[in-house]
C-alpha cells in the first residue's frame, strides 16, 4: 500500500459550486480535471505563491496529481490535487488552490469542492462506491464535515462515504 502523506488537508472548502465561479462577474464556468503533465509544473512554485512543492509531489511514484482547469483553457491552472489509489478507495494526500484563487480577492470559488467531487468521482469510476480518505488539520475537522459531509474517524482521518460522494459529483459533474 502506498505511504500517507506527511501533509494535513488545510484548505477550506469556500463554496461548493455548480463549477468554479467568478467573484467579480458571478459568473460560472465549467471545469476540467487531467493529469498533471511535467510542462505543467513549469510555473508552479514556492516564488510563484504556491504553499507546495508539487515538483515533489509529481515525482513520487505512489500517487498521481490532477490540475483543475477552465474548459477550453488548459494551461492557467485552478487548483491541483494529489491522490493514490489504495484499490479499495482513494487518499487524497494534498490539494491546494492557485494563488489567485486564494484570500480576498480570490478569482473563483468553488476550486476545493470541485478537486474533491472529483476524487469521489474516481473512486466510483474505479468501483469504489466514492470512498474517499484524507487526513485533516484539526481545526478544519468540523468544516469537511459540514462543507463536504466527510465523516471523522478519529486521529484527524476524514472519510467522504458512498451518499456524501454522490452529492459531491452530481454537484460538479453533470454526467
Given at each position: ?51 507546495f512543492d508539487w515538483k ?26 494529489s491522490l493514490s489509489d ?64 466527510a465523516s471523522h474517524i ?22
Amino acid at each position: 500500500m502506498p505511504r500517507q502523506s506527511k501533509y494535513h488537508i488545510n484548505i477550506e472548502v469556500d463554496r461548493l459550486t455548480n463549477s468554479i465561479l467568478n467573484t467579480i462577474s458571478g459568473d460560472s464556468f465549467e471545469t476540467d480535471v487531467s493529469l498533471v503533465l511535467k510542462e505543467d509544473l513549469k510555473n508552479i512554485s514556492l516564488k510563484t505563491g504556491w504553499k507546495f512543492d508539487w515538483k515533489k509531489e509529481f515525482r513520487l511514484t505512489d500517487r498521481k496529481v490532477f490540475k483543475l482547469t477552465i474548459e477550453g483553457n488548459p494551461h492557467i491552472l485552478q487548483g491541483l490535487v494529489s491522490l493514490s489509489d489504495y484499490k479499495d478507495h482513494f487518499y487524497l494526500h494534498l490539494i491546494e488552490s492557485a494563488p489567485f484563487n486564494l484570500g480576498a480577492p480570490k478569482l473563483y470559488e468553488g476550486v476545493p469542492g470541485n478537486l474533491f467531487a472529483y476524487a469521489c468521482r474516481l473512486s466510483l469510476e474505479c468501483g469504489y462506491d466514492g470512498f474517499v480518505s484524507f487526513t485533516s488539520k484539526t481545526r478544519l475537522i468540523s468544516h469537511y464535515e459540514k462543507s463536504l459531509g466527510a465523516s471523522h474517524i478519529g486521529n484527524h482521518k476524514m472519510i467522504i462515504f458512498p451518499e456524501a460522494a454522490l452529492k459531491l459529483v452530481n454537484k460538479y459533474f453533470k454526467n
